[in-house]
């Protein structure tokens, strides 16, 4: 499992609205991948908006940017979205197994 810190980095690639939207739509687009201002128009943020937002994303590895002459192609990286599920699995399982809640009937 990674450490905490690799995790938390891993999440914060999600933790705002504006990344849900690209990743739904980078998800309808996955074998073509989307071109940069094609995406921004619609989403509808500006391209400096989502140039940060972006960069979040590559930097916790689940983007990946492919130059195409002028134009930049954004894709995601289907692997790194399956180790983020399988690394959330592993944590709650794990969580679960160690704390499992007893249960006491509050009438008792």
């Given at each position: 499992?990674?450490?905490?810190?690799?995790?938390?980095?891993?999440?914060?690639?999600?933790?705002?609205?504006?990344?849900?939207?690209?990743?739904?739509?980078?998800?309808?687009?996955?074998?073509?991948?989307r071109?940069f201002?094609d995406?921004?128009?619609?989403?509808?943020?500006?391209p400096?908006?989502?140039k940060?937002?972006?960069?979040?994303?590559?930097?916790?590895?689940?983007l990946a940017r492919?130059?195409?002459?002028?134009?930049?192609?954004?894709k995601l990286?289907?692997?790194?979205l399956?180790?983020?599920?399988?690394?959330?699995?592993?944590?709650?399982?794990?969580?679960?197994?160690?704390?499992?809640?007893?249960?006491?009937?509050p009438?008792?």
């Open positions: 499992m990674k450490n905490d810190s690799e995790l938390a980095g891993l999440f914060a690639a999600f933790a705002h609205p504006t990344r849900i939207a690209v990743l739904r739509c980078l998800l309808k687009h996955c074998r073509t991948g071109k201002g995406l921004s128009t619609e989403l509808g943020v500006s400096s908006t989502l940060h937002h972006l960069d979040e994303m590559q930097i916790a590895g689940v492919e130059a195409q002459g002028r134009k930049t192609i954004l990286d289907l692997g790194a399956s180790e983020a599920a399988a690394q959330l699995s592993l944590l709650c399982c794990s969580a679960e197994l160690e704390a499992r809640p007893i249960y006491k009937d009438n008792q």
